[in-house]
């Protein structure tokens, strides 16, 4: 096990936050809450898939509802404590080991305060290996690990439990809790064994994440772009240069919903690109033509190689549109199944990033 | 303790529909339901509150959601048991009574299926006295006894438990629940012990609809206008009689909101009526002039003594609407502000009815 302290957090919000494709929660929050746990409660360790016993009790923790939201209702820092007790209780045994359900700027560090506080380590792993929107979209739904029991938890200290045996229903009623807690909430959930674990979640996110921000960092300082330095890191491309020139909103009940328009510079001068985005970019299509999609991951970034959230998009704002290749088990048909381009209503095919 | 049979269900069914003022679901439906179940398990009895001991734990079991989607998304008849089970597995002690959580067509008869099923008395009493809309709009919120923890059931046999600490949130999240299981579903809550049940809950409403429902029928043999019989049971009067010429619904999320609009017959030829409702009848505006407001009864009848659901009101149907009292305990000040106009968003005084 390794010791992440609050130095590292920085590292791990940026890179969480650009893998997280725009969504996953704002880093800077994220942030603010797991330095504030630290500082009360030290730093926390984190363990490696093989370093967990098979009769371990572990369960993930995200944010569920709409990050457009979160940016003015902020977290009050106890509601992750509040969920993982609420499942804790519900199970009936202790929960020996928390991971992020997703990689994400607040979802990667939304452990933590748990981890801190009640002196448990997090995995270095998660569930999706990028964000995605909704609570069904985890490899555990590919492996039949349910979100049963799941918790939900508010800044107020409600509490909900959901107790269902569909991974698609959790969601439909998970959100509904969110959006009735004000659109934002926490949540704990997919109980699993340590050999489940190890099986099942994606390996070494938390450690990828604090590398990735790293390298934006040092290339900053070596001179080297930082753009181009991210998506080398992931096995990408730029996909776009240009600044946004309008943006279309929704909260549709429990998600930020919208597209952004932007308006190519330098190389893309004269072209344009329409991101679409649920919590999470979905699809970018430039000049017509779907250049990356669902389940790779889509990844807006500043000048300065810092992930620009879906809900920070603003008219005017310079931005760079990375594409990399996600995680192999989303490219297989079961994967595109549950998270490709129709799962989200989509008509294109998917065209696989970063391969030949 | 006495026994309920079936042959009582159509005499509850009928008073209680009566009783729930528009709402508390539909009598009939109400009526299969406890019917199958009392076919497959025997009859049910039913305590007098003064029959349950201190150390009773009690709980209240209704439905939750939009009347107006029951009728067509008809319930699986397992929904209580669920909702009941889960509340006990949470609480973790034996539930020993149940009770109907609001008099209604089919609330009254909610808790009858599982007293039937698992050899439980039904306590001859409720919360309201009445129906409501909402939750929080119990006795128990004026004594303190909270919703907590409550449970929530579909008739796929998904359920969720909300744990909060103020009824309004308990109305909130269990009505986002019910929204996301298809906006209805059954709900159980409100533990209390045996003395407070009978320090608190207002007593004799199952025997009282009984006897309504009968009092309908004998009117009918007896040649009495059965609408005057109802007014004169429920110390009311008749407030108007037409047709409805107009009905405005909308499935606000997780109620049947509406307005019908009638014109005079008879007595009243050349008079308007104007009813609002919410699941319930809230407010009745003859020519104008309010003449009968929440907490107070307002209840519609066909010609024959027939209670007529909000949810089944449709042009053409001749009405009669009959004004009533409600109980004491909402006439007082905190009474009236839990479930008076204003908590409606009404700005007219009450001005009770049924008083000289």
Same mark, same amino acid.
């Given at each position: 096990m390794r010791e992440i302290g609050i130095s590292e957090l920085r590292h791990i919000a940026r890179g969480a936050a650009i893998l997280g494709t725009g969504g996953g929660g704002d880093p800077y929050i994220g942030r603010l809450v797991a330095e504030q746990a630290m500082r009360e409660y030290g730093p926390v360790l984190a363990a490696e898939l093989h370093e967990v016993p098979d009769d371990a009790l572990v369960a993930g923790i995200g944010m569920i509802g709409s990050?457009?939201?979160?940016?003015?209702?902020?977290? #009050?820092?106890?509601? @992750? %404590?509040?969920?993982?007790? /609420?499942?804790?209780?519900?199970?009936?045994?202790?929960?020996?080991?928390?991971?992020?359900?997703?990689?994400?700027?607040?979802?990667?560090?939304?452990?933590?305060?748990?981890?801190?506080?009640?002196?448990?380590?997090v995995l270095d792993a998660d569930c999706m290996g990028r964000a995605f929107p909704m609570v069904q979209m985890v490899v555990c739904t590919l492996e039949g690990v349910l979100a049963k029991p799941l918790s939900v938890a508010d800044e107020k200290g409600n509490s909900i439990v959901v107790d269902?045996?569909?991974?698609?229903?959790?969601?439909?009623? #998970?959100?509904?809790? @969110? %959006?009735?807690?004000?659109? /934002?909430?926490l949540m704990c959930s997919f109980p699993m064994s340590g050999k489940q674990a190890r099986e099942i979640t994606i390996p070494g996110t938390l450690t990828l994440a604090s590398r990735l921000g790293r390298r934006v960092e040092e290339a900053r300082r070596d001179h080297v772009d930082p753009c181009e330095a991210v998506a080398a890191f992931l096995g990408g491309e730029v996909l776009f240069a240009g600044k946004v020139v309008d943006v279309m909103r929704a909260s549709e009940p429990g998600f930020a919903k919208g597209e952004a328009w932007l308006e190519g510079v330098a190389a893309h001068d004269g072209a344009v690109c329409r991101l679409a985005f649920q919590n999470e970019h979905l699809v970018a299509i430039r000049d017509g033509e779907v250049v990356a999609s669902v389940p790779d991951l889509i990844c807006v970034l500043d000048a300065e190689g810092e992930p620009v959230p879906a809900e920070r998009l603003r008219y005017g704002q310079r931005v760079v549109v990375v594409g990399a290749p996600c995680h192999p088990r989303w490219r297989t048909p079961e994967g595109l199944a549950l998270v490709g381009p129709s799962a989200f209503g989509y008509s294109h095919e998917y065209a696989p990033l970063g391969t030949p």
């Open positions: 990050p457009s939201v979160m940016i003015e209702k902020l977290p #009050a820092g106890e509601e @992750a %404590v509040t969920a993982f007790l /609420t499942l804790q209780r519900e199970i009936g045994r202790p929960i020996t080991h928390v991971l992020p359900i997703e990689v994400g700027g607040m979802n990667s560090l939304a452990p933590l305060p748990v981890a801190a506080s009640l002196g448990l380590p269902v045996s569909d991974n698609h229903w959790a969601e439909r009623l #998970a959100r509904s809790a @969110a %959006v009735g807690m004000g659109c /934002t909430a």
